[in-house]
């Protein structure tokens, strides 16, 4: 994202059109998640569809032969199931990736922001860096710092990022977010999760958790909750959904 800067209604605004698009992305993910939460019985006539071609390929060659045709139909019916199971685990192991994504991008930004109004506490994270004379002449040790911290935080896990935002906002972290409560060691194991997805056994690992989506969201809605806090933004849990009908009131009829 573009450093906004230190005024308060264009900090105000880009808080809030990242919650924004953490409200429509964990709707259309939402969505999609509840194909994973479906009875395989829902799903089963795709499937049936989709292997009657096969079947009727195998039956035809085996006209003849009563035995292989009914083991044919039997094996059919398993491996349907045994699909529709794949499939809705496969979803579920997308959504917790793309939820993820959104969430480490969303609190990302809440970050820098929160960097440009207190660089002394985010260089913290940088303070081992090392520079040459050349680079403080040239760009000063201001712009090394904030440059450095701008670069830095990209780098940090989600459960990194989250941790060092809480201890930021100090007594800002206990913010009113009905119904949720932040949990660090919840959030390190979906990451951990995600990290063996995408480097392990991608979308057939087994994935038993299906809130990841809502889980990644209200991460999201708390990270910025706590910014607005920080910051007097006066942005609420209640007053979100409020601009954000209103958002939606402003925006083109199919836009």
Same mark, same amino acid.
């Given at each position: 994202m ?12 880009a808080v809030?059109? /990242?919650l924004f ?8 993910t939402?969505n999609?998640a509840?194909l994973?939460?479906a009875a395989?019985?829902?799903l089963?006539?795709i499937?049936r569809?989709?292997s009657e071609?096969?079947l009727?390929?195998l ?7 009563v035995g ?5 139909s ?5 491996a349907?199931r045994s ?7 496969a ?6 990736v793309f939820?993820?994504?959104m ?5 990302e930004?809440f970050?820098?922001?929160?960097a440009i109004f207190?660089?002394?506490y985010?260089?913290s994270?940088v303070?081992s860096?090392?520079?040459?004379l050349k680079?403080?002449?040239d760009?000063g040790t201001?712009?090394l710092?904030r440059?450095?911290i701008r670069?830095?935080?990209?780098t940090?896990?989600?459960? /990194?990022?989250?941790r060092?935002l809480?201890?930021?906002a100090?007594k800002?972290?206990?913010v009113?977010?009905p119904?949720f ?10 990451d951990?999760?995600r990290h ?5 056994e991608?979308? /057939?690992?087994?994935?038993?958790m299906r ?5 990644f969201f209200?991460?999201t809605?708390?990270?910025g909750?706590?910014?607005?806090s920080?910051?007097d933004?006066?942005i ?6 409020v ?11 199919g836009?």
């Amino acid at each position: 994202m573009g450093v906004p800067p230190r005024d308060q209604p264009t900090t105000r605004n880009a808080v809030l059109q /990242t919650l924004f698009r953490a409200i429509r992305s964990y709707t259309a993910t939402s969505n999609l998640a509840a194909l994973s939460l479906a009875a395989p019985e829902i799903l089963l006539p795709i499937f049936r569809e989709r292997s009657e071609s096969t079947l009727r390929t195998l039956a035809s060659s085996y006209a003849g032969n009563v035995g292989l045709s009914q083991f044919l139909s039997t094996m059919r019916e398993v491996a349907d199931r045994s699909a529709v199971v794949g499939t809705q685990n496969a979803i579920a192991a997308a959504c917790l990736v793309f939820s993820h994504s959104m969430a480490d991008g969303a609190v990302e930004e809440f970050c820098l922001i929160a960097a440009i109004f207190d660089p002394a506490y985010w260089g913290s994270t940088v303070s081992s860096q090392t520079f040459t004379l050349k680079q403080i002449v040239d760009g000063g040790t201001e712009d090394l710092l904030r440059t450095s911290i701008r670069q830095k935080i990209p780098t940090m896990s989600l459960p /990194t990022k989250m941790r060092h935002l809480l201890r930021n906002a100090g007594k800002h972290a206990n913010v009113e977010h009905p119904n949720f409560s932040y949990d660090g060691k919840r959030l390190a194991e979906l990451d951990a999760l995600r990290h063996e997805i995408i480097h392990g056994e991608s979308i /057939t690992l087994q994935v038993a958790m299906r809130d990841s989506q809502e889980f990644f969201f209200n991460v999201t809605v708390h990270a910025g909750l706590i910014i607005s806090s920080m910051l007097d933004l006066g942005i609420t849990h209640r007053q979100l959904y409020v601009e954000w009908a209103e958002d939606l009131k402003r925006q083109p009829v199919g836009g």
